[in-house]
């Protein structure tokens, strides 16, 4: 994308020489490329249809996620309850419309706090060079070569009951899952951003900014990061998915959230032990895990195929 | 060679030092208190908990505990564990033999398989194979490992009954029956592991096959009259899997992870398996011990593969 950013053609109305393509904007290109991919498009569908599922669902979907029902323990899906119940009768498609919405905010929340965090550093990185540049990436390397599943366990275990007693239940806990995993995913952005800053302050467009006399926050703000932002998408998409099943299988270990919150990794937990009886149980909560997965991974390779400037499409 | 590793060895060692401090502060900026019980009991008076407080040296400046703990770590004293009252040290020597048995075959195993579908998959690219192969790997990344253990037993073991689906680490079996029930108890976590690895590998394998493949000394080696098989085989995989081993030792973390989650699933008795335990019953010198153990891990598969990296690339001398 670097260099190629028609804007000036755009805010220009008498349109120049008339051109008829002089009216796309870059992310208009990058739309028309997305479209091509097909799969990606159509996960795209797909994880909007469940985003929305999950927005609107309890609101339409009537059943509370902790009414007990005995007479229908593990039952298998019917058309009271489509996706089963599990050992205490309780709905599990509404517990996983309920449970999605935590899953998708965490997932949303840690890329969030991954971008944002590797943005910063791989950003000072790349403009202030030298020794600060030397010691950032030596941390980044050092959290590359860290464990994280081991040490996204302890810190849980060493934080979980002060958070708790600080933030209450839910809250506590989403704040700690969201910062341990955001905390441990920020290190390929911050690359990802040095690189691109590394190689953006060389083109003429930033040495033109330069020579007019901008600041160097200027010209970082204006112009080097918003022209390195299309890999930093594609990541932070691939990022959502990662932090998905993270938070999904620090609950599946039964170290996430409490089982009265029943996230899709909960839910998958729970129903482990029931596999012969009820193997819906375990089922559903699973195949949302991996369709929501599958179509963010989808979509992150459209995009990265629609930001990649070689790609003639 | 040797003066090559001893000098990765030194490298590395800056590396277990950061994550060593980083251990450490994350233990010592948790709140809690090991003399808390003390606290709540109305027949310890305070002084005696003072005293206990000053014995362990938990007022000490922070550098000072710091650097006690890293001796005794160096040392090899790493405590004992809570719950099973014995040392830490002979609790990780006996499990850690699974764990490296598990990860390592199903390394193997992902090597076995992405290595000949990605080369094949990138030798004709968008082909049918090529196409089926990258949409099969898509779907295996996306699949998390939890996820395929449990649809895994539910078939194997539930439908047809043909695995067990707890893992034995004492099979009265001896000889080959042992060799038998060993094998079949492992092939499903194994798999598992391996397979979610083999996903992620094929498609680096394939791309750095696919940027390869296009150089001109591939055109000189074919021109050369020399057959396709040798082509690729000599002058193709061995250029094309030096990208891969980076990215490979990148993944070594997640690896890890994933040890950790199948061990649960298959209760297998590893030192992923005793992390969790060790978590649940608030085993402190366990989990501190597991996660050291765990980073030690990590470096030396990186120092594993700078050492593949010099063998693949002459390039980098051993100097």
Known sequence: MAGSTPASATADPTGGLGKPTAGVSPWAEAWRRFKRHRLAFWSLWILCLMVAAVLLGPTLYKVGIGDIDFQSRLAPPSAKHPFGTDDLGRDILARMLYGGRISLAVGLAAMLMAVSVGVIIGAIAGTARGWVDAALMWLTDLFLSLPQLPLLLLLIFLFREPLKAAFGLEIGIFILIVMVIGGFRWMPVARLVRAQFFSLREKEFVEAARALGASTPRQVIRHILPNSLGPVIVAATIDVAAAIIAESTLSFLGLGFPPDIPTWGRILYDGRDYMDMAMHWALFPGLAIFLTVLTINFVGDGLRDAFDPRRVL | MFNYILRRLLIALPSILGISLVLFTVLALAPGDPFEDLANNPNVPPEVRMALRAQFGLDDPIWERYLRWLGAMVRGDWGFSFVSRINVDSLILQRLPVTIAVIGLSQVLALMVALPVGVLAAVKPYSWFDRIASTVAFIGFSLPTFFTGVLFILFFSIHLGWLPFVYRADLSETGWQWWWQQFRQ????????????????????????????????????????????????????????????TLVALQMPAVFGGAIVTEQIFRIPGIGSLLIDAILRNDTPVIMAVTFVFSCLVIFFNLVADVLYGWLDPRISYR
């Open chain 2, 186 to 245: 492992s092939i499903m976590p194994i798999t598992v592991l391996g397979l979610f690895q083999a996903a992620s590998w094929m498609r680096y394998v394939r791309s750095a096959v696919l940027d390869v493949i296009r150089l001109d000394y591939v055109t000189t080696a074919r021109s050369k009259g020399l057959a396709e098989r040798v082509v690729i085989n000599k002058h193709v995989v061995r250029n094309a899997l030096i990208p891969v081993v």
